[in-house]
């Protein structure tokens, strides 16, 4: 699944939001409308093709002068919805800053 069709997909309305992604958002301070707003700007950086899943990460505005991202892990499994499967703020121990790409870890 490409990024433009799933953008397609969303602008038209045509998404699910699981509870997971409900429960990670109220956790952490953001709303369903942040998770359109990070999908629509943002990239595909992990593709999870035997679940029918992609991960994308993008910018989200919380606030004014409050701007994270966002990874949101979508299913594309339905040919008409895309569903969000879960959303967080990525772990900055986790991910090199912009979050595109995990952390690399030294052994000791």
Not at 45 to 74: A, F, K
Request: negative net charge; charged residues 25%; aromatic residues 10%.
């Amino acid at each position: 699944m490409d990024i433009q069709t799933i953008r397609e997909r969303v602008q038209t309305g045509n998404y699910l939001v699981k509870s997971h992604a409900i429960l990670h958002a109220e956790k952490e301070g953001f709303e369903v409308k942040h998770i359109v707003e990070a999908i629509l700007n943002g990239r595909i950086i992990e593709e999870y093709h035997e679940d029918q899943r992609t991960l994308i990460c993008g910018r989200s505005t919380l606030l004014e002068n409050v701007v994270v991202y966002l990874h949101v892990v979508c299913e594309y499994a339905d040919p008409i919805y895309i569903e969000f499967v879960t959303a967080y703020i990525p772990d900055e121990n986790q991910w090199q800053f912009p979050p595109f790409k995990r952390q690399r870890h030294q052994r000791r």
